[in-house]
């Protein structure tokens, strides 16, 4: 294979064997609601009583749903994901940012915090989710049997991964901006438009990103972040028994629970990107990521408010 064919790819860290008993898995217990689960999830009522000063329904977002994704993001498009919108500040200076789509998110939700209800009752798959390790094998027994603690470590984690996805595309955006600006400022010939990758690249590289961001947070840092509790506040009327106490660190088989339901049982494109667009881009993309995802700096072109301002709950 020449190095022009060459993937990175997001794999979890678990056999391969077991990983395909796991998509069996999922596949077989699709649409499978356990109803205890659901009890923690507030009804839409409710929650659109309590969440509204955070939801925001943009007036194109009903005809955006439904379209077919272009073939390269611009300044004409919003970018449509299963579960957020993102609105580039290139195509609504004042209505830019990420959008949860609340139901859409609430329902995956439900039916994955079940099904993974159901993964911890087999031997075989809690050894691997914890890779052989006696700790990690007691946490997941532990979450198992204590619901609350379930729902509300996977929540936290799962929206983390969401935002991180939208995070990724901001940075793309961001990085196009910013050779837009060199290009102007030299008054190069060549006339940089957003975005720098057509959209099938650049799902593959956000979703390669928000896999290895959640994988990698080091046991508790994720629930002392700043990140995961502004988060929490925008969905907390949402989950009906939400406390911080409840929490643990589940995102070493919470990544690979999201990987088999999302990405082997085909719902979302595969979370890998060429190697030879990772090459060129990742210097930039991770110095922009460091900042923006890890210290969470209030950059960004002028007149163009920080994404951490700029996070809400749509409903369509
Ligand atoms: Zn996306």
Request: charge should be positive; glycine fraction near 4%.
């Amino acid at each position: 294979m020449s190095a022009q064919q060459a993937w990175i790819e997001y794999r979890p860290d678990i056999p391969e064997e077991v990983l395909h008993e796991l998509t069996d898995f999922f596949r077989e217990h699709k649409g499978f609601v356990n109803e205890d689960i659901k009890r923690f999830i507030s009804d839409t009522d409710s929650f659109m009583r309590k969440g509204s000063y955070f939801i925001v329904n943009l007036k194109e977002f009903s005809a955006w749903a439904n379209k077919e994704p272009p073939a390269r993001y611009s300044s004409k498009t919003i970018i449509v994901d299963r579960l957020t919108f993102y609105v580039p500040y290139h195509f609504d200076n004042e209505n830019h940012g990420i959008y949860f789509r609340a139901m859409k998110l609430l329902e995956d939700f439900v039916e994955i915090a079940s099904i993974f209800q159901e993964v911890l009752k087999t031997t075989k798959f809690i050894r691997a989710l914890s890779g052989g390790s006696e700790a990690l094998t007691l946490r997941l027994l532990g979450i198992r049997k204590n619901l609350k603690s379930l729902v509300n470590s996977l929540f936290i984690e799962f929206i983390v991964f969401l935002y991180a996805h939208s995070v990724a595309h901001r940075i793309l955006e961001d990085i196009s901006y910013s050779i837009e600006c060199i290009c102007k400022a030299g008054r190069f010939l060549y006339k940089m438009k957003y975005s720098i990758l057509n959209s099938k690249d650049e799902e593959g590289l956000c979703y390669y990103a928000a896999f290895n961001a959640l994988r990698r947070y080091m046991p508790g840092v994720l629930k002392r972040s700043k990140k995961a509790e502004r988060l929490s506040n925008i969905f907390f009327p949402i989950i009906s028994e939400f406390s911080w106490g409840s929490i643990v660190s589940i995102n070493f088989a919470s990544t690979a629970i999201l990987y088999v339901y999302y990405v082997l049982n085909k719902r979302i494109p595969s979370a890998s990107v060429r190697k030879d667009i990772y090459d060129r881009l990742s210097m930039l993309f991770n110095i922009f990521w460091k900042l923006y995802y890890t210290y969470e700096e209030d950059i960004g072109p002028p007149n163009v408010k920080p994404i951490t301002q700029r996070v809400f709950l749509t409903f369509i």
